[in-house]
């Protein structure tokens, strides 16, 4: 076990933290504890930026200003004021128990290997990152020209690898440890500081909120527990009206599977070449499901960046109106920042930055007028259904301009992006046990505050047939394949009405006012509410079109999702544990009796998947270590020897030629490479793996394929010439070439020397001038 690294990565994300936490502090001063809980992703943004743009003439001088200037912000805040150690160490503290848990969990399960997951794709790019001078990098997978994929997350894996003298094959499990640790230290902070605003206990609400997101599964573990506890019969007949077969843990705790709980909802996608893994359902992944898992992956790498976005929309929903400065200084500093990082690291969370800056702005306590010199304010309406429509109108106008700055700070990776994608309209929907099974978990919960906030400020009566009405929407919608809408879209709308009257008077007389005991009303947590179910609405009738049908949006957008709603649930349910108070004192007796009882089965139902699945985890790894390419000597024996040799005599980023199409696999006694030499290197081949279809396109891709072929086993001629047009500088022949091409030819050519043999591996080397 490798101590000294894990020893050495979490000491420096702890100094990042700390640097990061005085310039934090600057853009958070309304917030409990002053943002110091965002103080890593602030840090690692500033990073980012000043390698990304420098990175176009020398990555390494791009990180070295990125140093610089980090440094010297930090001094200029700290100056101004320090940060307390106190509210440092308890953040410190939390990040240090995520990041070893997932340590411990990547050390039991380290491989890099391309079985269940995009971990070729993800460590290909992070080592064609390591030997790249320049940005962007060249496709490992398709050589000589630069990747077509958003490749931000892997920027910044490679930054930290090259600050702390690295290999990369340690580097991706500690990497995944930071990111997982960056989630839930800002969800902590985000929830605590949302709960500290409106006089809740912030620890219990922090607490919950990271449980949520670092922990918690959705609901499907347990309710397949639930039907092996019932009699098979009972079972068989509950799982075939919800249109499900009895599998995984369902039939029994010897059945249980990790990877069910995130294939929920069914889908029929068009397969591609080899590409089989969610063959008929789509993907709803959750944190911990795609941490035990272990890909690099965008979706993963981005989570705490999208906290941080939510943290920066809070400070703006906290400061007070008359600090116009400070509030445009968020809304147009700040957040286009944070937004041009996540287009290049995950691009399908760029546009939720500015919908969330849209619905921050339309809901928060001040009126977005106040942005606009008192020249444009004043024709404005001041009330009624006029001023609302100038509230939402201006929060798109908002949106559109953080959208648009956001494209200008990521401009580089939109002019160089080779891939497109069609939108499409009116997918198949999900049902309404899929939305339930995914989002049940938090869905209860705030339709329960929703409740209790309408019974409140509204009699009895009206609260139940308030109540009544959303049950009746619900199996409406059900009914009329909407069930997305009837199940979420009336939470949205009323979190909109409560949060829209912050002074404690209506806006417009459409509900009374809506307060908090008579203290303040709901707050930042509706807001989170909200975005997220404009997310889960959206993809029932918009997703991009691929070979996959909609399981990439749907798999990118619900991940959002459950971080967007994990930072809200905590405050809603420290709400309802410690201020759902009715005047009478029996009434309130048994309701806080029943919300702790509520609260507490939640919490022990959505802990059932990570109580079996940690377990079965532990009990299938080997000796633990953290180098993901430990595992080569076991499994491919006859090629780790070459691989570790590129890895170590090979520098730079000179075009290698292996066997293609490479698929999902890895079976070389079949042909099938999966682009290991290339993926495990980061030196580009020329055809690499057949994801190349979605990033380019189907013609392009096996023009190259079938000049791979004519390299191994055409004619001398074609081969010259081949090798010329790629300017391949070695040639891999392993196994997968053996079993493809019948006739290998090109090592008879007098400029392909052989430079390497082990295993069942030679390399050549090709001396292009003598071509």
């Known amino acids: 076990m490798e101590y000294g690294l894990i020893i050495i990565w979490l000491a420096f994300y702890l100094l990042l933290a700390y640097v990061g936490?005085?310039?934090?502090?600057?853009?958070?001063?309304?917030?409990a504890e002053r943002g110091v809980a965002f103080g890593l992703p602030v840090a690692l943004v500033i990073l980012w930026l000043c390698t990304y743009f420098v990175g176009r003439i020398s990555i390494t001088a791009g990180i070295w200003l990125g140093v610089i200037v980090l440094v010297g912000a930090a001094s200029v805040s700290y100056r101004r004021e320090p940060i307390e150690f106190r509210s440092f160490g308890e953040v410190a503290s939390v990040f240090t128990i995520a990041f070893l848990?997932?340590?411990?969990?990547?050390?039991?399960?380290?491989?890099?290997?391309?079985?269940?997951?995009?971990?070729?794709?993800?460590?290909?790019?992070?080592?064609?990152?390591?030997?790249?001078?320049?940005?962007?990098?060249?496709?490992?997978?398709?050589?000589?020209?630069p990747v077509a994929y958003y490749y931000g997350g892997h920027l910044l894996t490679a930054i930290l690898t090259r600050l702390t003298g690295t290999a990369g094959q340690y580097a991706y499990n500690l990497a995944l440890a930071g990111f997982y640790a960056t989630l839930v230290t800002g969800v902590y902070g985000l929830a605590g500081a949302v709960a500290?605003?409106?006089?809740?206990?912030?620890?219990?609400?922090?607490?919950?909120?990271?449980?949520?997101?670092?922990?918690?599964?959705?609901?499907?573990?347990?309710?397949?527990?639930?039907?092996w506890l019932l009699?098979?019969?009972?079972?068989?007949?509950?799982?075939?009206?919800?249109?499900?077969?009895?599998?995984?843990?369902?039939?029994?705790?010897?059945?249980?599977?990790?990877?069910?709980?995130?294939?929920?909802?069914?889908?029929?996608?068009?397969?591609?070449?080899?590409?089989?893994?969610?063959?008929?359902?789509?993907?709803?992944?959750?944190?911990?499901?795609?941490?035990?898992?272990?890909?690099?992956?965008?979706?993963?790498m981005s989570t705490g960046f999208l906290v941080l976005a939510a943290a920066l929309c809070f400070s703006y929903y906290q400061t007070p109106g008359e600090k116009r400065e400070q509030r445009l200084l968020l809304l147009f500093g700040a957040l286009p920042l944070v937004a041009g990082f996540m287009a290049v690291t995950n691009t399908w969370s760029f546009p939720s930055i500015a919908g969330l800056a849209m619905v921050t702005v339309a809901m928060s306590p001040t009126s977005p007028q106040t942005l606009l010199p008192a020249v444009f304010r004043d024709p404005l309406p001041q009330e009624g259904l006029a001023a609302e429509g100038s509230r939402i109108g201006l929060s798109i106008a908002v949106a559109a301009v953080i959208a648009i700055l956001g494209l200008l700070w990521s401009l580089?990776?939109?002019?160089?992006?080779?891939s497109g994608r069609e939108v499409t309209y009116l997918p198949d929907r999900s049902s309404l046990p899929e939305l339930l099974a995914i989002h049940g978990p938090f869905l209860i919960p705030f339709a329960v505050y929703l409740y209790a906030h309408i019974g409140r400020n509204t009699a009895t009566r009206k609260a139940r047939f308030v109540g009544l009405?959303?049950?009746?929407?619900?199996?409406?919608?059900?009914?009329?394949?909407?069930?997305?809408?009837?199940?979420?879209?009336?939470?949205l709308v009323g979190a909109w009405l409560f949060a829209r009257a912050p002074d404690g008077r209506p806006t417009w007389g459409v509900l009374p006012a809506l307060t908090d005991g008579g203290e303040r009303s709901v707050g930042f947590e509706t807001v989170l509410v909200v975005a997220g179910a404009g997310l889960v609405i959206f993809v029932e009738f918009i997703f991009i079109k691929e070979n996959l049908g909609r399981m990439n949006t749907v798999f990118k957008t619900y991940m959002q999702v459950w971080v967007l709603w994990g930072a809200a649930v905590g405050p809603i349910l420290a709400w309802l544990l410690t201020r759902w108070c009715p005047d009478s004192e029996t009434k309130g007796q048994l309701i806080k009796a029943g919300t702790t009882i509520f609260v507490i089965f939640l919490v022990c139902s959505t802990s059932v998947y990570a109580a079996i699945a940690l377990p079965n985890h532990v009990n299938r790894a080997g000796e633990p270590t953290l180098n993901g390419m430990a595992y080569l000597n076991d499994s491919h024996p006859g090629e780790?020897?070459?691989?570790?040799?590129?890895?170590?005599?090979?520098?730079?980023?000179?075009?290698?030629?292996?066997?293609?199409?490479?698929?999902?696999?890895?079976?070389?006694?079949?042909?099938?490479?999966?682009?290991?030499?290339?993926?495990?290197?980061?030196?580009?081949?020329?055809?690499?793996?057949?994801?190349?279809?979605?990033?380019?396109?189907?013609?392009?891709?096996?023009?190259?394929?079938?000049?791979?072929e004519a390299i191994y086993s055409g004619q001398h001629a074609q081969q010259r010439e081949l090798l010329q047009k790629y300017n391949v500088k070695y040639i891999y022949?392993?196994?997968?070439?053996?079993?493809?091409?019948?006739?290998?030819?090109?090592q008879h050519l007098d400029s392909v020397v052989e430079i390497h043999r082990s295993g069942e591996v030679i390399i050549y080397r090709v001396n292009q001038s003598s071509l």
């Open 196 to 227: 500290a605003a409106r006089n809740l206990p912030r620890r219990l609400a922090a607490g919950l909120s990271a449980f949520f997101v670092g922990i918690a599964s959705n609901l499907t573990t347990p309710a397949r527990g639930l039907l």
């Open 412 to 418: 580089p990776f939109w002019l160089g992006v080779g």
């Open 21 to 31: 936490a005085t310039i934090a502090s600057a853009l958070f001063p309304n917030l």
């Open 640 to 708: 780790s020897e070459a691989i570790r040799w590129l890895n170590r005599e090979i520098d730079g980023r000179p075009n290698m030629v292996t066997a293609a199409p490479a698929g999902y696999y890895w079976v070389p006694s079949e042909g099938k490479g999966a682009s290991a030499p290339s993926s495990l290197t980061g030196i580009p081949t020329v055809a690499g793996w057949v994801h190349q279809i979605q990033y380019r396109n189907r013609s392009v891709y096996y023009q190259r394929v079938n000049d791979v």
């Open 469 to 491: 009405g959303f049950l009746i929407t619900v199996v409406v919608g059900a009914l009329v394949d909407l069930a997305a809408i009837g199940l979420v879209f009336p939470l």
């Open 101 to 145: 848990f997932v340590v411990w969990i990547r050390a039991l399960d380290p491989a890099i290997s391309p079985m269940a997951g995009e971990k070729f794709l993800d460590f290909g790019l992070v080592q064609s990152l390591l030997r790249s001078d320049t940005l962007p990098p060249e496709d490992m997978w398709f050589a000589g020209k």
């Open 733 to 746: 022949n392993g196994p997968a070439e053996q079993a493809r091409y019948s006739t290998i030819t090109v």
């Open 231 to 300: 009699p098979d019969s009972v079972a068989g007949a509950v799982a075939g009206a919800a249109g499900y077969e009895l599998s995984g843990l369902a039939n029994g705790p010897s059945e249980f599977y990790f990877w069910d709980a995130s294939r929920v909802i069914k889908d029929d996608p068009t397969d591609f070449a080899t590409y089989t893994p969610a063959k008929g359902y789509s993907v709803n992944e959750f944190p911990l499901f795609a941490w035990l898992n272990g890909d690099l992956h965008a979706h993963m």
